[in-house]
């Protein structure tokens, strides 16, 4: 069968190469009945034909099933238009709403994101970032600041732009979107001594950011002159059953305490439970306030009181952060500290 100008026809050649390969930019351009330059730039440069020509190429390669090489077609750019976005796990839904406001600012701009996990602690970021970093991304967004000194060194030599995210230092890597985990425990503590309380527990993931919280609070208290608080340890990341477990630790440890600082949400939601179970009233025996503020917060019995983390201003502030530094703008404020907010709620 011939190939007709229009594209209504079927090239056998075009078969061929799907028996023996992917169909290539030539290919289309020739069912097309257009030249390759025309294709390549209806694809990466539309500005450049018309939207009757975009449409018709856009028509013939989804018939095709034609997949364009944005690395080989980056070359003379040096765009991939694919940035890597690094986050722990996607099960913690506390890090999908940053997430979703990366992917969508970067999609608008015609960014895709390629997500990797690096797990609970970051035991694979830095095989992560070999694998990524091979396929030649525009851009990195990290989770948290703590890295192995081969990774920072890989990032470094890479010479694209690094956001790192969900933490404070003055020294990041390249540019940061985050919040202070030490004054967030800090506020906590004081929100809890204003209330009276004096005798605490905590119920909490071993991961490096929600240490940094329990630190905190824990130097706040003992400037208060409290120093004997109870600490309930489960592994990160966070559940409802380990929120249950770590206060059952906690209560039937000895002095119980009045009043429990929780890792996140998902641990306060489940010594909520705990504690109606065993008969406690909350807050008049036993206050509680997690972390994050996720959807649920607002619908537990009594509402949960927790420290509320502007997720989306995570994500949007990162891709612009991204988007700026590829299109060659001087990015004056490269450390951006979102802040936080504690919201009293029914639990405290």
Known sequence: MSVKPNGTGTSRRVSASRAT???????????????????????????MVTPQTIAHVKQIIARTGYVPNLLAGGLASKRTRLVAALVPSITNAIFVEAVQALTDRLWEAGYQVLLGLSGYPATREDALLAAVLS?????VYLTGINHSPEGRQRLINAKIPV?????MTPTPIDMLVGFSHERIGEAVARYLLAKG?????????????ALARQQGFLAELEAHGVNDVQVATVPA????????QGLAQLLEGGRRPTAVFCGSDLLAHGALEEARSRGLLVPKDLALIGFGDLEFARRTVPELSTVR????????QAAELIL?????????????????????????
């Not at 390969?21 to 500005?47: F, K, Q």
């Not at 404020?333 to 919201?343: K, P, S």
């Open 21 to 47: 390969g992917s169909v290539t930019l030539a290919d289309v351009a020739r069912i097309a009945g257009v030249s390759s330059i025309t294709v390549s730039r209806a694809i990466n440069r539309p500005e």
């Open 135 to 139: 396929r030649r991304p525009d851009a």
């Open 163 to 167: 956001v790192e995210t969900w933490d």
């Open 197 to 209: 309380h004096r005798t605490f527990g905590l119920v909490w993931a071993d991961d490096a950011r």
């Open 237 to 244: 990341p966070s559940t409802f059953t380990l929120g249950r």
């Open 309 to 316: 983390i502007d997720r989306e201003a995570i994500g949007r």
């Open 324 to 348: 700026a530094r590829i299109d060659g703008v001087d990015v004056q404020t490269r450390v951006i500290d979102i802040g936080f907010e504690i919201v009293d709620r029914g639990t405290t």
